[in-house]
Structure formats: C-alpha cells, structure tokens
C-alpha cells in the first residue's frame, strides 16, 4: 500500500474514533434536555395541583362548622376529603386522661394538652384543647380552666400523627410525646371506640387560664413554579451548548476559491500539493 493509501487509512480511523464519543455525548444531552424538560413540567402540574389543594383547604377552615363524621364512616376519613374541615362535637372531657404533646407555637415552647371527649354514644374524640406553656404543665395549675358537665367544642379535624416528631420518637412508656399519635395516646391512656383524628379547639375564651386554642399552623410550601422555571433554564442552557458544540457547523458557509497553479498570487498562497483550492469560511 503506497503511503497515501496508509496516511487516508490512519486518518478515516482516527476520524471514526473521534466520531463515536461526540455520538453519545450528543445523545446523553438529548437525553438530558428531555429530563430537565419533563421536571419542569411535573412541577407545574405538582403547583396546579397544590393551588387547587389549597383553595380547597380554605373552603373548609371558612365553612359553617358540621358534626363530625359518624363512626360507621370513620374508616374513610382520609387527609384529602377530610382534613382540616370545620366540625363541632359535643360530649364530656375524661381531664383524668389528659395527655401533653411537646410543642412549638406562636406562643412559644409548650405543650398541646390532649383530653378524650366521651360523646353520648359511647365513642371517644381525642380534643386538641390547646396550648400550654411549660410552667402550666401540671394539670393541678389549671384546674379552672377545666370545664367539667358536657361541652359543645367547635375546631378543625385533623389526621393523627403517628410515631413522633423531627427525629424524636414517641416514648409512651416515659408519657413522653412529640406528635398527636391517636391510636398510641388511646392504648396509653386505655381509650376505646376512638376516632381516628383529633380535634383542634377553635379560639374559643377559657377560663382560669385554660389551654389556648386556635393555634393551628395552616400553611402549604409552593414554590413548584420556582422549581419549574430552574429547570426550563437548565434545559434551555444545556440546548444552547448542545448547539454550539455540534450544530454550529451546520450554520457556516464555506467559500471555495480555485486558482490556477499558475496564477500570480499562487506563490504566496501555496500550501501544499492541493493548494490550487482555497476554503475560506465566511
């Protein structure tokens, strides 16, 4: 093989191999694009969805206030259709069996105070009173503040919340609570014919300085269109590298000049052994 034949050879070679990495770097950031593209879209369907959570959750907290639900529809009471609606309940406060929740508030550093509600029917609601702070942790310092003879309690319902807290387990064999667990504070306190939520207590005035009420925190993160416009950026950013790395060439125009061996100026622009065309790109 002559050594024209070799050196075409070794070129085509080394071309191909140069070829197959930009090959599946083009298709790892086709790939990516379509990634970044397809977040983006998830969180604004992720916002549509929290805005109409929302507004739902607001029609609830403003709506005139309805019986809980009764115990045969209990097992369906779920977080969706359920949450934070505005009930009221009437029975009998069990102060005997009340149970402190660690809590922080608006108040400050505290402790919700959880009383059963023994209802006529024989079927027991754990009632969100209030808040206390830690000095009035003892019942006996707000014994006023306990009403006893039945009560009508307005506030909204709300899911239990099992195991615990930030990185803080429910201890109920210490009485130490970090979470409203409604089905661990009945087995501590030997309830029975339970609700499977508890009642936040509406702001309603206590006397003797009871627990304080109308402290529930009604609020949803929505930052989905934030995360959404990242990633569109990202997507449009790795586009435009995508094209200056391999779509740029579609874009230039090359001018081909073709002189004669011999022309006047081929001296001075002569190259090599084709230097009779020159490639100017414009």
């Known amino acids: 093989m002559s050594e024209t034949g070799t050196a075409k050879h070794e070129t085509d070679g080394t071309r191909g191999k140069a070829a197959r990495p930009r090959l599946w770097l083009a298709v790892l950031s086709l790939a990516a694009f379509a990634l970044l593209i397809a977040l983006g879209v998830w969180q604004i369907e992720r916002r549509a969805w929290k805005l109409a959570l929302i507004d739902r959750v607001e029609q609830r907290v403003h709506a005139a206030a309805q019986p809980i639900p009764s115990p045969a529809a209990w097992p369906t009471v779920s977080a969706a259709n359920d949450e934070y609606g505005h009930v009221?309940?009437?029975?009998?406060?069990?102060?005997?069996?009340?149970?402190?929740?660690?809590?922080?508030?608006?108040?400050?550093?505290?402790?919700?105070?959880?009383?059963?509600?023994?209802?006529?029917?024989?079927?027991?609601?754990?009632?969100?009173?209030?808040?206390?702070?830690?000095e009035r942790r003892d019942a006996s310092t707000r014994q006023d503040g306990n009403p006893e003879g039945a009560v009508e309690i307005t506030g909204l319902l709300r899911m239990t919340e099992p195991k615990g807290g930030f990185l803080r387990n429910n201890d109920p064999a210490h009485d130490r609570w970090y979470s409203r667990d409604?089905?661990?504070?009945?087995?501590?306190?030997s309830l029975h014919d339970v609700a499977?939520?508890?009642?936040?207590?509406?702001?309603?005035?206590?006397?003797?300085?009871?627990?304080?009420?109308?402290?529930?925190?009604?609020?949803?993160?929505?930052?989905?269109?934030?995360?959404?416009?990242?990633?569109?950026?990202?997507?449009?950013?790795?586009?435009?590298?995508?094209?200056?790395?391999?779509?740029?060439?579609?874009?230039?125009?090359?001018?081909f000049v073709h002189e004669p061996a011999g022309g006047p100026d081929a001296s001075a622009r002569r190259t090599g052994s084709d230097a009779g065309t020159i490639v100017e790109p414009t």
């Open 88 to 134: 009221t309940v009437t029975g009998r406060f069990l102060h005997d069996r009340e149970t402190l929740v660690q809590a922080v508030t608006e108040e400050g550093g505290g402790y919700w105070v959880l009383t059963p509600l023994q209802r006529d029917d024989g079927t027991q609601v754990l009632i969100n009173r209030g808040f206390v702070p830690a």
């Open 196 to 255: 499977p939520f508890f009642i936040d207590a509406d702001a309603a005035p206590r006397a003797g300085g009871g627990p304080i009420g109308g402290l529930t925190v009604i609020r949803f993160p929505n930052n989905h269109l934030i995360y959404a416009l990242t990633w569109f950026a990202l997507a449009f950013m790795l586009a435009g590298k995508f094209f200056v790395t391999f779509g740029g060439g579609l874009f230039r125009r090359k001018r």
């Open 182 to 189: 409604v089905a661990a504070i009945s087995a501590a306190r």
